[in-house]
Nanobody
Framework: QVQLVESGGGLVQGGDSLRLSCTAS????????IGWFRQAPGKERELVAT???????RYADSVKGRFTISRENAKSTAYLQMTNLQPEDTAVYYC?????WGQGTQVTVLS
């Protein structure tokens, strides 16, 4: 059974950094792409970044140059390093792998 557990969210000031982690249980972690998404209050869930099984990477325009997605296959874990956080980055952040969503982790950025 596939399960995902996110961690690393928190309350920060504008300009600060956070690193989110997403650890997967289930076979074949390195084979499949994994993605980070976010959902702000009153808005639809949106793609933040994805990293493919072959390490192809894609970012939303709004986070390019500030966020970095990576993965450590030996630990079945993906990361989202977020720098220069802004209030508009406030959202619940979710990871998604093999069609399964994690429970989400809250990121709140104060101005």
């Amino acid at each position: 059974q596939v399960q995902l557990v996110e961690s690393g969210g928190g309350l920060v000031q504008g300009g600060d950094s956070l690193r989110l982690s997403c650890t997967a249980s289930g076979r074949g972690f390195s084979t499949y792409a994994i993605g980070w998404f976010r959902q702000a209050p009153g808005k639809e869930r949106e793609l933040v970044a994805t990293i493919g099984g072959g390490d192809g990477i894609r970012y939303a325009d709004s986070v390019k140059g500030r966020f970095t997605i990576s993965r450590e296959n030996a630990k079945s874990t993906a990361y989202l390093q977020m720098t220069n956080l802004q209030p508009e980055d406030t959202a619940v952040y979710y990871c998604r792998w093999r069609g399964v969503w994690g429970q989400g982790t809250q990121v709140t950025v104060l101005s």
